[in-house]
């Protein structure tokens, strides 16, 4: 699906802050490799899902001892505030994954994985009287 304009330079803005941040990872945490994101934009920034990635699940959870999952999530938000995003719970929107999970449960194929983890919108709250 394509983009509106505004919805666009709201993802330009994203994809920015998100390679800083990628780029501070990558010289500070062991293991860590890239990192992506996913968002719809009818639900932002609530929606906004961003996966980084390690090359072992052995490295996740070393990085999880040294409590660094903490610093990158602080890197991930300072970084989205400069570009005005606010997101309200930054410790349900990042996730962390390996390119061993990848490849030994979905051959791989990170767009398979990757949609597996998109944020479902709230259902509308009813009223039952």
């Not at 938000?77 to 030994?104: H, M, T």
Request: net charge positive; hydrophobic share 40%; proline share 2%.
């Amino acid at each position: 699906m394509k983009l509106s304009k505004t919805n666009q330079k709201i993802d330009n803005n994203v994809c920015k802050a998100l390679t800083i941040a990628c780029e501070s990872s990558l010289h500070e945490v062991a293991g860590f490799v890239w990192l992506t994101h996913r968002a719809n934009y009818t639900n932002f920034p609530g929606s906004l899902v961003v996966t980084c990635v390690f090359n072992t699940d052995e490295e996740i959870d070393a990085m999880k001892a040294l409590q660094q999952d903490e610093i990158m999530i602080a890197t991930i938000q300072k970084q989205l505030l400069k570009v005005g995003v606010v997101v309200k719970n930054i410790k349900k929107s990042v996730r962390f994954d390996s390119e061993q999970a990848c490849q030994n449960k979905h051959d791989g194929q990170w767009a398979d994985r990757l949609a597996l983890s998109i944020v479902k919108q709230k259902p509308n709250a009813r009223r039952v009287h």
